[in-house]
């Protein structure tokens, strides 16, 4: 490799690795305080436990932070070259802006290679980990996930509080159901209580003891002109579940979750079965989407170039707004195609190329177009 090459390739490849770096960094602080800071903080999850959910979401933030790295990275190198007239300078030297790209292709190649082994391997199985880590945090010890005298919404219709926890025991258990419009439609106390955790349904069970409840009408739970109900039981269990903290997954999430292997043998018994098309289209959205996603590196890679040599800027605010607005503009096209997936005969699985497709021929063009200024 010439020196001007190994000069650009080392440049690009550390910005690449700086700014993927960052970008990860945020998405994962953004991730963590969305599902974990909160039960670190009450004492729900330990801190190795919350490391180790942390390590795993590095793949799937990946697949999102190493297309945005590169195109940082190309715009920052090649602005910063430009801008000190070292894009002049080659080419007065007879070098043409291809023979100046090709180390930058060679990292996008070799980007779209590890995008591709992240999106369709290492990503799903990290997913899979990170919510068999959150079971097992729950299944070692289900009472952490009830923190005494705290309002607990955590529960999907079900407010619940405990006044204190005396062992595995509850003690002054209070509960209020809600309905759709978050009105309190039933409503339990008990003088104990203790908790078991059901893997297989995704709930914890409540056993209370020595219970009095009141109940209240259903159409409309707050008229309180009328008695409401009220009686004792010596004892009743409740359900708990658990999908607000382990995150209800839509089955099309739950496919993104599947190795590329396994995608393939759930389209080859979908097909074998004869499934209709509307049960078919979302693996294969799935599918396309890995590939597609793994291909965004050489999308941007491709209309960095130019635009890194034709804004002659070194300024990096700048050139990390104009990376910021380009994604905005490819992702908005992949959620608009996103917002098809219930329609199959528009083969949303195949628009999911748009973006790439669109991206890649506007930068062919425009690599032209200064390759000939």
Same mark, same amino acid.
């Given at each position: ?10 440049? #690009?490849?550390? %910005? ?9 960094? =945020? ?16 004492? !729900? ?26 195109? /940082? ?10 801008? !000190? ?10 070098? %043409?802006?291809? +023979?100046a790209a090709r180390p930058i292709f ?14 369709? +391997? ?10 068999? /880590? ?24 079900? #407010? ?8 595995e025991n509850l003690k002054d258990f ?9 009105? #309190? ?6 003088? %104990?209580?203790?908790?078991? +955790? =059901? ?9 209370? %003891?020595? =219970? ?55 389209? !080859? ?26 291909? /965004?590196?050489?999308?941007? /890679? ?11 800027r070194k300024e990096t605010t700048a ?11 490819? +992702?908005?096209?992949? #959620? ?6 219930? !329609? ?6 195949? $628009? ?5 497709? $669109? ?15």
């Open positions: 490799m010439k020196i001007l090459h190994r000069h650009i390739f080392a440049s #690009v490849l550390f %910005s690449c690795a700086v700014a993927a770096g960052l970008f990860a960094f =945020v998405l994962i602080v953004g991730n963590a305080f969305k599902d974990l800071i909160g039960y670190m903080l009450a004492g !729900q999850l330990s801190g190795f436990a919350v490391m180790k959910l942390l390590v795993l979401l590095v793949p799937y933030v990946c697949v999102h932070a190493l297309p945005m790295g590169m195109l /940082t990275a190309v715009l920052l190198v090649l602005g910063r070259m430009s801008s !000190q007239q070292e894009i002049t300078a080659m080419r007065a030297a007879g070098l %043409s802006l291809g +023979y060679i990292i996008a190649v070799i980007g779209v290679v590890v995008g591709l082994g992240i999106n369709c +391997y290492y990503m799903p199985l990290a997913r899979t980990a990170y919510r068999d /880590t959150l079971s097992e945090a729950v299944r070692k010890n289900p009472l952490n996930f009830i923190v005494p005298k705290t309002f607990i919404r955590d529960f999907p219709g079900v #407010v619940v509080f405990v006044n204190r926890k005396d062992g209070w509960l209020w159901q809600l309905d759709d419009q978050k009105r #309190v439609k039933f409503f339990a106390r008990a003088q %104990s209580g203790h908790v078991d +955790y =059901v893997e297989s349904d995704n709930k914890m069970v409540l056993t209370l %003891s020595n =219970v009095s409840v009141e109940t209240r009408d259903e159409k409309n739970p707050e008229d309180f002109s009328a008695p409401h109900p009220i009686g004792t039981s010596d004892q009743m269990s409740v359900d708990l579940k658990l999908d607000n903290i382990f995150g209800k997954q839509s089955f099309n999430r739950k496919l993104s979750w599947l190795t590329f292997g396994q995608l393939l043998d759930e389209r !080859q018994r979908l097909e074998a079965s004869k499934a209709p098309l509307n049960q078919r289209m979302p693996v294969s959205i799935a599918l396309h989407e890995k590939i597609a996603n793994a291909f /965004t590196i050489l999308a941007f /890679t491709i209309i960095a170039i130019p635009l890194g040599v034709k804004i002659s050139n990390l707004g104009l990376a910021l607005v380009l994604a905005l503009g490819y +992702y908005f096209l992949n #959620v608009i195609v996103g917002w098809l997936d219930k !329609q199959p005969a528009l083969r949303p699985d195949l $628009l999911l190329w748009v973006a790439p497709v $669109l991206t890649i021929t506007l930068g062919t063009w425009l690599f032209r177009r200064v390759g000939r200024a």
